[in-house]
C-alpha cells in the first residue's frame, strides 16, 4: 500500500506564508508528477502546482510569483511554499502523486487526507 501525508496547515494572516509538506510511504517503486490541489468550500478541487519527475513545475494563474513547489522523488516528498497568502487562498489542500506500487504494473494517482489552511486576520 501507498500512503500520502500532509503537515504545515493552519491559520495565518493575510499577507503571511505557510509552507507545505507531504511524504509519501509504502511499496513505492518509483514517483512520477507530484502536485498540490486544493478545494474551498463549494467550490471544486484545483489545481494549485505540479512538478514533474524531470523538475518542470505548472502553476495555476493565481499562485504564480506567490508560491513555490518544490520535489525530492527519491525521498518521496514534495513541499509548496506559500507567500503573500490571500484570503481566498483558504482551503483544503490535497497532496497528489503518480506513483508505481511495486506490486502493481502501472502508474497511479494517489492522494493524501488534506492539511486546512485558513488565510484571516
Known amino acids: 500500500q501507498v500512503h500520502l501525508v500532509e503537515s504545515g496547515g493552519g491559520l495565518v494572516q493575510p499577507g503571511g506564508s505557510l509552507t507545505l509538506s507531504c511524504a509519501a510511504s509504502?511499496?513505492?517503486?518509483?514517483?512520477?508528477?507530484m502536485g498540490w490541489y486544493r478545494q474551498a468550500p463549494g467550490k471544486q478541487r484545483e489545481l494549485v502546482a505540479l512538478?514533474?519527475?524531470?523538475?518542470?513545475?505548472n502553476y495555476a494563474d493565481p499562485m504564480k510569483g506567490r508560491f513555490t513547489i518544490s520535489a525530492d522523488n527519491a525521498k518521496g516528498t514534495v513541499r509548496l511554499q506559500m507567500n503573500r497568502l490571500k484570503p481566498e487562498d483558504t482551503a483544503v489542500y490535497y497532496c497528489?502523486?503518480?506513483?508505481?506500487?511495486?506490486?502493481?504494473?502501472?502508474?497511479?494517482?494517489?492522494w493524501g487526507q488534506g492539511t486546512q489552511v485558513t488565510v484571516s486576520s
Open positions: 512538478i514533474r519527475s524531470g523538475g518542470s513545475t
Open positions: 497528489n502523486a503518480d506513483i508505481l506500487d511495486r506490486f502493481e504494473s502501472r502508474y497511479r494517482g494517489y
Open positions: 509504502g511499496s513505492i517503486l518509483s514517483i512520477g508528477a
